[in-house]
């Protein structure tokens, strides 16, 4: 079956697939939390703060397992688990099932996390990351669009359906890759470092990946903004939606409910996403060949988005706001492949993964260190917790320029 499927086509489905599962499933979730199994605003809190808390705890050692022994096996056991995890939660509408969901899904999402990134680096070549991200984003924008209605329709039947929808599309998908994916040009650490023990690689990697880390400005610069793209993350995502409830009046849609709204604010930025991504598509492919030019960019994106945070607090008019959130989420459409792609350059291929993880740990730390503190804020007032989080992103801009000043790929340099 490799024989049959490029490692293109592959990652295309596997972004893909994920896509549309996760808009089946994450569009009625919360709702489904709150009538099924009755959550309290408080548990909702925790249940966040358990799968980052999963992510924390399972980040390096997952991606330092990728490193170490196969890309391929970690990506699809944590399909698998990542399964599990969402069915269990589908099946059994209890607040136990809830939470080992969330750890389930948080230990899948670690052997993916770096893994993915690192072993397309491997299979494409660095160089055209960013071309394939790109076009992965275009195609993910209309399935996102084609899940949120798949969603509402098999919702208005029974709430968890989605749910189980979304996790048998996760099993599916895990079968799928254990078949179809290819692994040609990856080389495990224990056979390359003749490591006595799978214990000794495992170490042996995460040694490597931390000096990789501890030897490079940008990387260390990375984690900082991680860290702080997390802290403010986290209030966002979480506040965003009741920000909107309580403090704009909603425009009448006839006989249906304002909830209505949301739907129509996710449609409508999938197709300005969609669009404008579309429309500077090879630019953005061109960009992203240049680490110095990524930098660049993410500085303007970045400062267009934290602006746009700001103007979605303080605003009085429900337009402007809704003006505020699209814009916003084409800006992060504008910047997650040049950023992808700006990371995979500037790690060597053999501790990617590690590193890739180390990255992803930070933002867990930074959505569990700043989440309940906005939370708490939020619960005096929203407007002012939300202009918080715009504030916490504002460090990012100096750490960007400081990469772009430094502008060397670490790939390129020889081995000492």
């Not at 972004?15 to 499933?25: E, K, P, Q, R």
């Not at 391929?72 to 990542?82: D, L």
């Amino acid at each position: 079956m490799r024989k049959k499927f490029s490692t293109n086509l592959v990652y295309l489905i596997l972004s893909g697939g994920n896509t549309l599962a996760d808009t089946i499933m994450f569009t009625v979730n919360m709702v489904y939390f709150v009538q099924t199994i009755g959550l309290n605003p408080l548990q909702l809190v925790l249940v966040g703060t358990v799968l980052e808390g999963s992510i924390l705890l399972f980040e390096i050692p997952t991606g330092v397992i990728a490193d170490t022994f196969s890309r391929k096996i970690s990506i699809v056991t944590g399909w698998f688990i990542m399964a599990g995890g969402f069915l269990l939660v589908g099946f059994i509408p209890k607040i136990w099932a809830v939470f080992i969901g969330q750890v389930l899904w948080g230990l899948g999402y670690t052997f993916t996390s770096g893994a993915t990134e690192a072993w397309l680096a491997d299979e494409i070549g660095e160089e055209n990351v960013g071309r394939i991200n790109i076009e992965s984003g275009q195609i993910n924008r209309i399935l996102g669009i084609a899940g949120s209605g798949i969603s509402v329709a098999i919702a208005s039947v029974a709430l968890n359906l989605p749910i189980l929808v979304g996790g048998a599309i996760y099993l599916l998908m895990a079968i799928f890759l254990l078949f179809a994916m290819p692994e040609t040009r990856f080389v495990a650490h224990r056979e390359s470092h003749h490591a006595y023990t799978p214990f000794h690689a495992l170490f042996q990697t995460f040694q490597e990946g931390a000096h990789v880390v501890r030897r490079s400005p940008l990387l260390l610069s990375l984690l900082l903004v991680e860290f702080f793209i997390g802290a403010a993350s986290e209030g966002y995502d979480r506040l965003s939606s009741a920000h909107l409830l309580k403090n704009f009046r909603f425009p009448s849609l006839g006989a249906l409910q304002p909830v209505v709204w949301f739907g129509i604010l996710n449609i409508m930025g999938s197709i300005a996403s969609f669009t404008v991504t579309g429309l500077f598509k090879e630019k953005l492919a061109n960009i992203s060949q240049s680490s110095r030019q990524s930098a660049r960019y993410l500085v303007f994106f970045h400062g267009i988005s934290i602006a746009m945070v700001i103007v979605f607090a303080l605003t009085g008019h429900f337009y402007l706001a809704i003006l505020a959130i699209l814009t916003r989420g084409v800006m992060g459409a504008l910047s997650g492949p040049l950023y992808n792609a700006w990371l995979v350059q500037n790690i060597p291929s053999q501790t990617r993964a590690t590193v890739v993880s180390m990255v992803g740990q930070a933002n867990a730390i930074g959505q569990v260190a700043g989440g309940p503190g906005i939370g708490a804020i939020g619960n005096q007032s929203l407007r002012f917790a939300i202009l918080l989080t715009g504030l916490l992103n504002i460090p990012v801009l100096p750490l960007y320029q400081a990469a772009e000043k430094q502008g060397i790929s670490l790939t390129s340099e020889k081995s000492p």
